[in-house]
Every structure is written in structure tokens, then in C-alpha cells.
């Protein structure tokens, strides 16, 4: 598992970042976002705490032995939920990938707070962890399928060359004692 | 203003961010200061969610029928709803991680 994380204040009040939030794409710095999309939104009537789930499209440049180990396309997606609380001042944004996602997870987590100072924290981690214990899994069962097809062989070999040295012996025996 | 993930989609996703967005910006500021106390959040949340409702609901829903035909076509579907059951986050993570 790999962990990344990254504190860094925006200079700007925190209801200015938050509606900021929404306008972040489309992003020349962030090209390979090509769509954005709603899934799924509500405004909890007792506490104002905005959800929203986001579907987001990306066009990644994929290395080719990616490609061709994971039959991945260009088009990759994520799913992204937000929580906007006006009344704590927080906004937390977790993502997860939704392509490739039976071979490796990346979970982003995001969190917008106020800082003293009349500006905002942004605060970032991500864990990258490949599902190994799947891959194991498909390991183990490549090994034994490849360990019984050998088992097979090896007997058919044996039959195999048993039946051509008695052919050959047997016949060459006979002519001799002829 | 960012595309949809079908191109179909885009007019009414355009709208519905247009809509969602000149809510927002009239919610978040008061809703700050609206934290009195929790009666008065509750009685101003209500409201709001009303007025969103009303002014952005009828174009929310052509939006959504629009956006998850797309996600069904492109198969995202399924890879949508095992995520949500994995991590379904109805709430607000606690930490940075849960």
C-alpha cells in the first residue's frame, strides 16, 4: 500500500472555497477530467449537510503494459461523495476509482476547513493499494490448474513412451530370434 | 461549464448545475451564520431544501433519467453499486480516512 498526503492553505475564506468547489472544472491544469456528473444529491432538512455523489471522467494516458495486462481503455471513472456542513464549516470529498477497481483501489479523501487566519486548510490523503489477496487468489488457482494439466502430461508421457520402446524392442526382438 | 459523461446529457446537465450552483451561493453564506441554534438551522435547512426542490427539481429529474441511462449503457452501473455497497458514506466521514 502506498499513502500520499498534502496540507495547504487557500487564500480565501472558506464559504468562497467551498462554492469554488463546484466551478473546479473544466481545468487546462486538470485536462484529463472530461465529464462530471450528478448521480446523486440531498440537503438533510435538520442539519443543511449537503450530499452529493459525482461520477467523474477521465481520459488517462495509461502506460501500454497497463493496458495490456488489464484490458483498460482510456476512459477512466471515479465516484466522488461530498459533505458540505455550513454548520461545522467542513466539506469532505472522498473518491474512489470505479475503473480497473477489481485490481487496485486509490481512496482520496479531501477536507476543507477554516483556518484562523481567514483562509482555508485543504487537506489531502490517498491510500494506492493493490488487491492483492484477489491476485493471490487467481495465483493460487493459475498454479493449480497448471500443476494438474502437467500431472496429466506427464502420465500420457510415460503411457506414451512405454507403448513405442515395447513397439520398437518387441519387434526388433522377434526379428533377431527369427 | 464541465460535459457530461454522454453527450446527450449535457444541455440539461449545464442547466442543472446553472441552477444548482446560483442555489448554493445564496444558501452557504447564510447558512454559515444560521447556526444560532439548532432550531433555527433546522427551520432555515427546510426552507432551503423547499426552495431548491422548487426551483431546480423538475430539471434534476430529467437530468438524473438522462445521466443514469448513460451510466447503464456504459456499464458503470455495476461498478457504481459495489462501490456504494463497500463504502455506501450516507455521512460525513469522521476522520480522514472512515
Given amino acids: 500500500m502506498h499513502y500520499f498526503s498534502q496540507l495547504y492553505n487557500y487564500d480565501h475564506p472558506w464559504s468562497r472555497v467551498v462554492i469554488g468547489m463546484w466551478h473546479k472544472y473544466p481545468n487546462p491544469h486538470c485536462s484529463h477530467v472530461m ?3 450528478v448521480v446523486d444529491r440531498s440537503i438533510d432538512p435538520q442539519t443543511g449537510i449537503i450530499r452529493t455523489e459525482r461520477i467523474l471522467g477521465c481520459k488517462q494516458k495509461a502506460p501500454i503494459w497497463i493496458v495490456k495486462l488489464f484490458g483498460g481503455s ?17 466539506a469532505t470529498i472522498t473518491s474512489v476509482n470505479l475503473s480497473l477497481s477489481q485490481f487496485a483501489t486509490c481512496y482520496e479523501s479531501i477536507r476543507y476547513s ?25 495465483a493460487n488457482k493459475l498454479e493449480n490448474w497448471l500443476v494438474q494439466r502437467f500431472e496429466q502430461n506427464a502420465h500420457l508421457g510415460k503411457l506414451g513412451f512405454s507403448d513405442v520402446l515395447r513397439q520398437l524392442w518387441e519387434s526388433r526382438d522377434q526379428q533377431q530370434s527369427a | 461549464m464541465s460535459s457530461s459523461l454522454a453527450e446527450e446529457c449535457t444541455p440539461l446537465k ?8 446560483a442555489w448554493f451561493e445564496g444558501y452557504l453564506e447564510p447558512a454559515v451564520s444560521a447556526s444560532i441554534t439548532p432550531a433555527q438551522r433546522t427551520k432555515f435547512s427546510q426552507e432551503k431544501a423547499a426552495e431548491f426542490e422548487q426551483s431546480c427539481g423538475q430539471v434534476w429529474r430529467e437530468y438524473k433519467d438522462c445521466v ?10 455495476v461498478l457504481l453499486d459495489q462501490a456504494r455497497v463497500e463504502n455506501p458514506l450516507k455521512e460525513p466521514p469522521t476522520d480522514s480516512r472512515s
Avoid at chain 1, 79 to 86: G, K, L
Fill in chain 2, 14 to 21: 449545464r442547466k442543472y448545475d446553472a441552477c444548482f450552483n
Fill in chain 1, 35 to 37: 465529464s462530471i456528473d
Fill in chain 2, 68 to 77: 443514469q441511462r448513460a451510466v447503464k449503457e456504459k456499464g458503470l452501473d
Fill in chain 1, 74 to 90: 482510456e476512459d477512466a471513472f471515479v465516484r466522488e461523495v461530498s459533505f458540505v456542513d455550513p454548520a461545522t464549516q467542513t
Fill in chain 1, 114 to 138: 477554516p483556518s484562523p487566519d481567514g483562509k482555508t486548510t485543504f487537506k489531502q490523503t490517498a491510500e494506492i493499494q493493490a488487491r492483492v489477496a484477489l491476485w493471490q487468489s487467481a
